[in-house]
């Protein structure tokens, strides 16, 4: 039993180490995304007007939330993935 639970910490562990480099990505990606934005000019921007700029705020907006919520989701599946490993870890020494 022990070596199935070392086995699965072992593969979480992995697993974990595989999400952290896909948050990284996502953070550089994130990083040069505001530098694109912020080397926009602040004069005159070619958006088709008022009604273009407020769409274009918005769509960018979206993106963000999205990529938030993302981040929220898999930190929630990994606290639920630590939670069954310690819930079996004390199950495991009240034996």
Do not use: C, W
Request: charge should be negative; charged fraction near 30%; avoid cysteine.
């Amino acid at each position: 039993m022990d070596q199935k639970i070392t086995d699965m910490l072992i593969h979480m562990s992995h697993s974990h180490g595989q999400i952290a480099r896909i948050i990284d990505a996502e953070r550089h990606v994130v990083v040069r995304i505001a530098q694109i934005i912020h080397a926009i000019p602040d004069a005159e921007p070619a958006f088709d007007g008022t009604d273009g700029l407020v769409e274009s705020a918005g769509r960018i907006n979206k993106s963000v939330v999205a990529y938030l919520n993302s981040i929220a989701d898999l930190e929630e599946a990994m606290a639920e993935n630590l939670e069954l490993v310690i819930k079996e870890l004390k199950d495991q020494d009240e034996e």
